[in-house]
């Protein structure tokens, strides 16, 4: 048994909590996640113009195309549009293949002007007929906002679903989309919480960070109206418990927005890793991906999302899920198509 399976196994939970901030404080781990916490409170606040002064004739600024099935999935993609745009996204690779990174002008939204996107290969990239293709789900961030193209595309979506005046929960506190929206809509109902570790209780309140667990909220029963959730059920074990939680939180007619990294060529989900018996399992290949809590140690992969994740979201207490395809050269929403998730309760 490993040391921090004997350290999760001891009982009672305080004496656990107390073995573990003592191996913590030995290993210097304590005062690493410490300054992990803190970092956001370092930052200087963000130079942005209010979004109702930005965002105010009404205008859907994000075209997203609904498919529930792959079957709509793949018709949508056969269309010569989706072609089109595929060949831009290619082309503007081929062109800067030598560049660390490059520009790609639009406009902004969110900052109510003609911006320079930037690109770079700080999320990798990949190789495709021979050209190599940034992340554009991760870049084309936005030098006003400091947002990326998925980032940006949430928060016209929050708008979208009505966001100034209702009731929002978020699972991010430290990030930048969290504290862009602070910044941009003061006025807005958003709580955010991050993920601080396994012995903290659900709403307890960290260095100024509330912590929540994604499958125990400590939320009442249909207490929000819009549950915001960026590339975070892949970091979770049990999803369907997760989602459960979130259709017990929300109100009636309440939307969940969701990210996760979702691959439309696989009918089912792929379990990359398990708890069994008290034990963590990898049945694939350890995948982590970044965490601004734990920046040095990042967030497990538990799964790959195909097409079961609607039926699955759906079975979670949501009468109706979708998975929204967006694409704008124009206003920097590049990767033919981007996806987000909308589930109503």
Known sequence: MTLAARLDAIKPKPLRWLAKGAYYALTLQFSRRLRARLRHEALPPLQVPPLEQVLTDGRAWLDVTPVRTRAEYEREMALPVWQTRAGIEQRLANEHRLEEEFAVPGYSP?????????????????????????????????????????????????????????????????????????????????????????????????????????????LADSSVDIVMSLDVFEHVPDPRRGFREKARVLRRGGVLLMTVPFFPERDATVQRARHAGGKLEHLLPPEYHGNPIDPEGGSLVYHDFGWDLLPMIREGGFSDAFIGLYWSLEYGHLGAPQTVIIATK
């Open 110 to 218: 969110l900052a109510g002007r003609a911006v320079d996107f930037l690109v770079d290969r700080q999320y990798g990239a990949e190789l495709r007929d021979g050209v190599t293709i940034p992340r554009w789900r991760e870049r084309l961030v936005c030098p006003v906002t400091q947002l990326t193209n998925r980032q940006r595309a949430m928060v016209l979506l929050l708008r979208a679903y009505g966001g100034s005046g209702r009731d929002v929960f978020m699972f991010e506190q430290v990030t930048p989309l969290y504290r862009y929206l602070k910044e941009a809509a003061p006025g807005w109902r958003i709580t955010g919480c991050e993920w601080l570790g396994p012995d903290i209780k659900p709403g307890a309140v960290v260095n100024g960070v509330r912590h929540e667990d994604c499958a125990t909220l400590s």
